[in-house]
């Protein structure tokens, strides 16, 4: 399994301003992905931060919005940038562990509850 | 990704078996069963999964059914820090390095464990 811890835990922020958000694995992984869920609403992908390479966003979602760095294999930060109350929102840190034969599991960390006003 | 159905809500006394069911009808050779569970405004937590075997772990055993179009999440000794909302998911388990990584949740059902 993976342990994944997520600073801060929630933030509210004003319109304009923007938060980093951190995400920190107990093991080394390669695949880290950033979600975020709005309330009552399923997880929407972010972007997939692989280490070693640039982040890969899903459509509509820009770096400019969302840049995301991955120092090392235990480590990556998201930050929400020019927020605004549309940015408020569960952000969450995932990681996929091999088992091999196309087998994985997929750990979630706790999630940054974040409130724009 | 094959779309799943689970019921709305269910009930368990605390210390009961909670056995949570999975309609996955269309569910395709190469993908798998998954299961979590989110408890307010926490991030998801991974319980299982599985292909055709039925499996269990320190958590929970999951049944999947012979034709693999329904699936039981079985949680033996129901406690009140179980109750959540149980998701199902089904979905092809490969290490994409982009692409396929996108998960949907759908609606889940909202497990209650009574005292």
């Known amino acids: 399994s993976a342990v994944i811890s997520q600073k801060p835990s929630r933030d509210i922020c004003q319109r304009g301003t923007s938060l980093t958000i951190q995400c920190q694995v107990d093991?080394?992984?390669?695949?880290m992905f950033w979600y975020r869920q709005q309330p009552g609403q399923s997880l929407t992908l972010i972007a997939t931060?692989?280490?070693?390479?640039?982040?890969?966003?899903e459509s509509g979602f820009v770096i400019d919005k969302f840049p995301i760095s991955r120092p090392n294999l235990t480590f990556s930060t998201l930050t929400v940038s020019n927020m605004s109350p549309e940015d408020s929102s569960i952000y969450l840190c995932?990681?996929?562990?091999?088992?091999?034969?196309?087998?994985?599991?997929?750990?979630f960390g706790p999630g940054t509850r974040l409130t724009v006003t | 990704d094959a779309k799943t159905t689970q019921p709305p809500s269910m009930d368990c006394a605390e210390g009961r078996a909670a056995n949570l069911p999975c309609n996955h009808s269309?569910?395709?050779?190469?993908?798998?069963v998954y299961w979590y569970r989110q408890i307010h405004s926490q991030g998801p937590q991974y319980i299982i999964h599985?292909?055709?075997n039925n499996e269990t772990n320190e958590m929970a055993s999951l049944i999947i059914t012979e034709d693999r179009k329904s699936s039981t999440l079985i949680l033996p000794h129901a406690t009140l820090r179980d109750t959540a909302v149980y998701y199902c998911?089904?979905?092809?388990?490969?290490?994409?390095?982009?692409?396929?990584?996108?998960?949907?949740f759908g609606t889940g059902t909202r497990l209650t464990v009574i005292p």
């Open positions: 995932s990681v996929k562990l091999d088992r091999g034969l196309a087998d994985y599991e997929q750990y």
């Open positions: 093991s080394q992984v390669t695949m």
């Open positions: 931060a692989n280490q070693g390479s640039e982040a890969t966003y």
């Open positions: 269309t569910i395709s050779g190469n993908e798998y």
């Open positions: 599985g292909l055709k």
């Open positions: 998911i089904v979905r092809v388990a490969y290490m994409a390095q982009t692409g396929a990584n996108n998960l949907f």
